[in-house]
């Protein structure tokens, strides 16, 4: 609704207060806020998030709940299968030396073999409503932007703005929102920190005891970035999981890992000891390594680096995700997961999952090519080249994080740019833009408000646990749930939608019938 100058100052100054009072806050930095803001050295500010919650489709709300754990095993089973992984990862080594570099430290781990067999998945599934303009008559449906292996992030925020929400709801005497839309089931609890902490939790549980010496506490290392804005988010599943679950948690700055972190010296389980700064004398045995970091070529400065990711590969302690689950993140197997009238789908899941579900999850990809010599490769090289086609397609590279891709007509000089060894496209995929309805909101971001047309993107968590191996005797998933959902604003004409790479703002669901 359009506001009063007096109503949107209320609302503001408790935005402001609410987010401080329960944690919904990031650091200040560039990406996030404004130099001005930042000037002040704050230790938190509120995050970038939505005044309101936005209207979103119950019926695809629901359904992208609903198939969070048919895609949780898809990816549980891909980063099992070494063998179907190599023949797709070998084919981008040769382009894209992260990838490289990421494969290379599994076959060293391999060759000496792994020690660990559980492997731990914090995922996201992202995706947009779809409605095909020139069929005003359809029901909108999702499509799916991208699977997320690493690092998915600000499901501790997410939980925390519909609570914001609903306390800018309850407080307001004049109706900030359309009150016919909002019924008791309307605005849905989120479950994200619960959910997600509760994963962390079971992994750190099925670790079993020290493998180092039976004294030695254990905890859980939350290998991160640094400088990190985002460390709010990071902090509302450590807390969780101290006063939910009694486990100690640390935070590791990934550029720090080989000073502050050791496999134990002739043990052949090589457990990971942590040695915290503030108290060298403690050793503590580390159960699971969460990475909210390390997805990014740019964290790599060194060999160093890539050390460091190999010595916590090899390591005793569960990944979240092990490189094998990171690479399964590569764009490579999503366009591949998602070609048409591939069985690849069917191979994974038809032992375990029903016909009606595989194809539930078959309908919400997009349109993904390779830009290879293969039929489709050469269609999707044809578009990327030609400024008249390019427009509804965007470009990505293997990687995870935002920031990364290459829109529209900027794709053909991008292309160009690559040389003629056509090769080297074989980097990318070529993905056709899902484009979904518009909608008013008002955004909170670097201090300031802005009204006006924004399209959303939501995100679904899920948790996974399961054991590698070729012969596993028992069941391969051991744990497999939903976990929550993030709801991600931006406005209508920005490309980019990711909050930590500065463009999009945390948001919450009011579904609409
Ligand atoms: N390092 C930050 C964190 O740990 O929160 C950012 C990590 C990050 O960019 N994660 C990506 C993501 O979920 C996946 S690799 N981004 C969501 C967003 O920025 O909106």
Redesign the pocket.
């Known amino acids: 609704p359009e506001l009063t100058s007096t109503q949107s100052e209320y609302l503001l100054s408790n935005v402001k207060d609410w987010s401080i009072l329960n944690g919904l806050a990031v650091r200040p930095s560039l990406s996030f806020v404004s130099e001005e803001v930042d000037s002040s050295r704050s230790l938190a500010v509120t995050a970038p998030v939505t005044i309101f919650p936005s209207l979103f489709p119950r019926r695809c709300f629901e359904e992208a709940r609903a198939i969070q754990t048919a895609y949780n095993e898809l990816y549980a089973l891909v980063a099992r299968d070494e063998e179907w992984l190599r023949n797709i990862v070998e084919e981008i080594v040769e382009v894209d030396d992260f990838i490289a570099h990421l494969w290379d430290v599994h076959l060293a781990v391999k060759k000496e073999g792994y020690v660990q067999s559980l492997s731990l998945g914090i995922f996201?599934s992202d995706y947009m409503v779809h409605k095909d303009p020139s069929q005003p008559d359809t029901k909108p449906e999702i499509r799916q932007v991208e699977f997320?292996t690493?690092?998915?992030?600000?499901g501790g925020l997410a939980a925390k703005v519909s609570g914001l929400h609903s306390h800018l709801l309850s407080i307001t005497a004049y109706p900030p929102m359309n009150p016919a839309l909002i019924t008791k089931s309307s605005l849905p609890a989120n479950s994200s920190i619960a959910s997600i902490s509760q994963g962390l939790a079971v992994a750190h549980k099925a670790y079993g005891p020290p493998k180092s010496h039976p004294s030695l506490p254990l905890c859980i290392l939350f290998v991160?970035?640094d400088p990190?804005n985002?460390v709010f988010?990071?902090h509302a599943l450590a807390s969780a999981l101290l006063s939910n679950h009694n486990i100690l948690t640390f935070r590791l700055p990934f550029p720090v890992t080989l000073a502050h972190t050791h496999i134990s010296s002739g043990q052949p389980s090589r457990p990971l000891i942590y040695k915290p700064p503030h108290s060298p004398s403690t050793a503590y045995e580390v159960t699971t390594l969460y990475f909210?970091?390390g997805?990014a070529p740019t964290e790599y400065t060194s060999s160093k680096s890539w050390e460091a990711r190999l010595h916590l590969e090899r390591s005793a302690a569960i990944k979240c995700p092990s490189i094998l689950t990171h690479l399964a993140g590569s764009k490579k197997i999503q366009q591949i997961l998602a070609t048409p009238s591939s069985l690849h789908l069917d191979r994974f899941l038809s032992s375990t999952i029903s016909a009606d579900l595989i194809s539930r999850v078959r309908a919400t990809f997009a349109a993904i090519y390779p830009l290879d010599d293969s039929k489709a490769g050469k269609y999707a090289i044809g578009i990327a080249t030609d400024v008249g086609k390019a427009r509804g397609y965007v470009l990505k590279p293997q990687r995870?994080?935002?920031g990364n891709n290459i829109y529209g007509l900027k794709i053909p000089p991008f292309i160009k740019s690559l040389g003629d060894e056509s090769k080297k496209y074989r980097s990318h995929i070529l993905m056709e833009l899902i484009e979904p309805p518009a909608l008013r909101n008002s955004v909170y971001r670097n201090g300031e408000v802005t009204q006006g047309e924004v399209i959303g993107e939501l995100g679904v968590y899920g948790v996974c646990l399961w054991q590698h191996g070729e012969e596993v005797a028992g069941p391969k998933i051991l744990e497999n749930w939903e976990a929550g959902y993030l709801l991600?604003t931006k406005g209508k004409d920005s490309e980019e939608?990711?909050?930590?790479?500065g463009f999009?703002a945390v948001d919450s669901v009011c579904l609409i019938d």
């Open positions: 996201r997320n690493i690092a998915s992030s600000f991160v970035q990190e985002n988010d990071q909210r970091a997805y995870e994080g935002g991600r939608g990711g909050v930590a790479a999009g």
